[in-house]
């Protein structure tokens, strides 16, 4: 069994921490680019919407946080207290008073009250978890009836088998599973799918928005 493993076959949180505090500190040069064009897709459909309170799941280094609207209030949790440590520092530098709170937090174990957010957001994130279905229902839970449940991330299909098998060996280093599918986080759960759409320029992701009942 690898060290990225559990008896289930699933990502270890352990394991996904130690890759991040591996590279907090160049993830906005390396991994920034490389996830540029779903995370500005990601924001400026959040930004079209009527929303007051934003939960952003797996906020990172907060690469996010500047480019939604001044008005929306946003709470970001990660478990990696090495990218939250960035993610303060651009707060603070570039004053966002709208960022009321970022705490290391287990996407599996939200600590907020049921309804408590208008939108939940995941970019980059569902790959990472230990246990995909678990973090969706907990975003479902504190996301508030009609809201919205925002997801970016990269879904295998059959016809991508082939960039599977190429990522896997990678996976243990970049604390990631390639081989993630929609049907797979879905499976069992209520929320109504209202968009599923590849962002360019490759395709090699897709911005999934759903809504809670």
Known sequence: MSETDSPRGRMDVAAVIA???????????????????????????INTLGVHR??????????????????IHIVGIDVSRDMLAVAKRRVEEERLANVDLLAEMDGEQLA?????????????????????QRCLAE???????GGTILICNHFAAGS?????RRLEPFAKWLGWRPDFALSE??????????????????GLFNLVILRNG
């Not at 934003?54 to 008005?71: A, K």
């Not at 991508?160 to 599977?164: G, Q, R």
Request: aromatic fraction near 14%; glycine fraction near 8%; hydrophobic fraction near 40%.
């Open 19 to 45: 890759a991040y505090r591996r590279y907090a500190g160049f993830y906005d040069f390396v991994f920034g680019p490389a996830f540029r064009w779903g995370r500005r897709r990601s924001v400026a459909r």
């Open 54 to 71: 934003l939960l952003e799941v797996g906020v990172g280094t907060g690469l996010s946080l500047p480019r939604y609207r001044r008005d």
């Open 112 to 132: 907020f009250v049921d309804g408590a957010f208008d939108a939940v957001v995941a970019m980059h994130v569902m790959s990472v978890v230990p246990d995909p």
């Open 139 to 145: 975003m479902q839970r504190v996301c508030r009836p």
């Open 160 to 164: 991508e088998k082939w960039l599977t």
């Open 185 to 202: 986080l879905l499976s069992g759960s209520t929320l109504d799918v209202t968009t599923n759409d590849p962002i360019p320029p490759f």
